[in-house]
Every structure is written in C-alpha cells, then in structure tokens.
C-alpha cells in the first residue's frame, strides 16, 4: 500500500524568503514522486518530478524538490518566494507494484505575504 | 496544443440522478485518468485507463464507470447519484509510454458536479 502525508495544511512566507512545503510518504516498491500546484479554479500542474537518478530535482518557476529515501520524503523548495506562488500544491506518490496508480496529499495552501 | 478539455464544465443533479462527463486529452496521449476531489482533500483516483482498457481502478463504488474511444477521449459515468458525490471531477491524459508509473499527468479544469 502506499500513503502520502503532507503535515502542514498552511504555509505562511514573506515575499523574498525561502519556503518548504513538506512531503513524506510510504511505498511498498520504488517511489516516483510528483509535486503539483493548484490555482483556484484550475486543474492541477505538474512542477517537478522524480524519477531516479539526483535526488535534487529542479522544476519550474524556480521550484526545486529533494528526495530523501531514509527519511522518505519529498519537500519542495523555492530560495525567494514571490506572491504569484501563492496556491495550493499537491504532492503525488507512485509505487512501481501499484501499477502507477497515483496517491495525492491533501494539499499545502501557500501565501506569499507582500 | 491544446490541453486536457472537460465538459460540462459545472453541473447540478439531484439525488438519484446519473451524470456522465466527459473529457478529450492532448493529441497524441494514449492514457486518461479521472480523480474525484472533494473540497478540502487532494484527488483521489477513480479509474485509468490506457489504449482504450482499464488499466486501474481506486476504490469507488460500481456506480462509478467509465470508458476510453478510439479517439482516446474518455467519459466518466455515475449512477444513482448521492450527495456525497458533489465534487470537482478531474480528467488527467499521459503520453502513455507504457510505463505509466513514470508518465507526467497533464490535468485538465474539471467539472464541477453538485448534487442536491
């Protein structure tokens, strides 16, 4: 069975600081995980991926993700946050024995105060 | 291209009702998947489907169908609606490589199905 926990429903920063958004999660297999952004009223979008390989994964906008296969996690990271990045974002957890079924958290709300 | 399409895009039925939604991937995607979110929560997947079979279902009811045309476009079919299903419902397409545990899910807007 596989599970993905994301522990914080709300993540406050100031414009210009660094942000996380936090990810763990559980696999019976090989994990291949998956960072999402949601805009109200829109589907989701895909920000970065890891598949294998560097266990620092760069995305887009200036996201960055690192995996970490001993402390089974997955948290997604920007250096300066701008208030465009406010939105709510998904990570999504894969597991080569569950036929890539996805398994998505329920979601981290991120507001760039100005 | 243009990205996943959904119709309709918002919907109201009333209990006991079936709804059927539907959706048309980006040109070219073999694969289509449907989540159901519910305010609040993340997706949870209902079906995927891959070169017009079922290649995964999640644990819905079997009110809950599904299927994928040639085309690869794809409906969602619900029976015997409950109020418990009012919920964004997302279409997702993949290139569908073949190995889908790897494939990027390219998500369309979803329709949003309120059941009174």
């Known amino acids: 069975a596989q599970s993905v926990a994301q522990p914080e429903d709300q993540v406050n920063v100031a414009e210009g600081n660094p942000l996380t958004v936090k990810c763990t999660y559980s696999v019976s297999g090989n994990p291949y995980l998956f960072w999402y952004v949601q805009y109200p009223n829109r589907g989701l979008q895909v920000l970065l991926k890891y598949i294998t390989g560097d266990n620092l994964v760069k995305g887009s906008y200036g996201f960055e993700a690192e995996f970490n296969k001993s402390q089974t996690s997955f948290h997604l990271k920007k250096p300066s946050a701008l208030v465009s990045d406010s939105a709510l974002y998904f990570c999504d957890v894969r597991d080569d024995t569950n036929a890539g079924k996805s398994t998505f958290g329920d979601g981290t709300t991120l507001t760039v105060k100005p | 291209d243009a990205g996943v399409t959904q119709s309709p895009t918002h919907l109201i039925k009333t209990r006991g009702q079936h709804v059927t939604l539907r959706c048309s991937p980006i040109s070219g995607h073999k694969s289509v998947s449907w989540y159901q979110q519910v305010l609040g929560q993340g997706p949870q997947f209902i079906f995927q489907y891959y070169e017009k079979e079922e290649r995964g279902r999640g644990n819905f009811p079997d009110r809950f169908s599904a299927r994928q045309f040639p085309n690869y476009s794809s409906e969602l079919n619900v029976n015997a609606l409950l109020l418990g299903d009012s919920a964004l419902y997302l279409c997702?397409?993949?290139?569908?490589?073949?190995?889908?545990?790897?494939?990027?899910?390219?998500f369309g807007p979803g329709t949003r199905l309120t059941v009174l």
């Open positions: 997702a397409s993949s290139p569908g490589t073949g190995v889908l545990v790897t494939d990027t899910q390219y």
